[in-house]
Antibody
């Protein structure tokens, strides 16, 4: 069964930085695009970023563009989200999720990690 | 950006009853709608993709329908484990991927 395990969350001050990781296993990681989706406390789901299977294409939500960078290391089966200039409104559980499309992105997220909580507070 | 509006926000029902959840898109999205289920403290789980295709392992009591701007998720007879929040999402025109605000199905 596909496994996605996030790590790297925690408490950070406004303006600070944090890097989330997502360790993938039990599927061909290098063949699938990956997404980050976040959920503020008590709120709905918000898509954050996408990276193509080979890392050549990246998309970002307007709310994080210029402050966040998605990347991946296919040799380590790991997805990353570097977050800079963090704001209180970035406080959320961040999920990594696997795109269902084989090499071509579909926009349908068929497996999700358990999430990593990021709290931005002074 | 395509906006998805889900209704109702909350649905209060008893086990064994049927549930009908609605998702309306601000513009046509073909059949490119996905439904997820999320239980408290858990990650979302894929239920339905392409409006009506059940994901692997999803029970037949879950069904999806619709095309264009109006979509429906139907649960034919609620089991205790079905009480959760349900989100629709469009993949017709992205980025960004967009989600509806969710419908909470709670025990009456």
């Amino acid at each position: 069964q596909v496994q996605l395990v996030e790590s790297g969350g925690g408490v950070v001050q406004p303006g600070g930085s944090l890097r989330l990781s997502c360790a993938a296993s039990k599927f061909a990681f290098s063949a699938y695009g990956m997404h980050w989706v976040r959920q503020a406390p008590g709120k709905g789901l918000e898509w954050v970023a996408f990276i193509r299977s080979d890392g050549s294409i990246k998309y970002y939500a307007d709310s994080v563009k210029g402050r966040v960078a998605i990347s991946r290391d296919n040799s380590k089966n790991t997805l990353y989200l570097q977050m800079n200039s963090l704001r209180a409104e970035d406080t959320a559980v961040y999920y990594c999720a696997k795109d269902s499309g084989y090499y071509d992105a579909s926009g349908s997220l068929n497996y999700w990690g358990q999430g990593s909580l990021v709290t931005v507070s002074s | 950006e395509i906006v998805l509006t889900q209704s109702p926000a909350t649905l209060s029902l008893s086990p064994g009853e049927g549930a009908t959840l609605s998702c309306r898109a601000s513009q046509g999205v073909g059949n490119y709608v996905v439904w997820y289920q999320q239980k408290p403290g858990q990650a979302p789980r894929l239920l339905i993709f392409d409006a009506s295709t059940r994901a692997t392992g999803i029970p037949a009591r879950f069904s999806g329908s619709g095309s264009g701007t109006d979509f429906t998720l139907t649960i034919s007879s609620l089991e205790p484990e079905d009480f959760a929040v349900y989100y629709c999402q469009q993949r017709r025109d992205w980025p960004p991927l967009t989600f509806g605000g969710g419908t909470k199905v709670e025990i009456k």
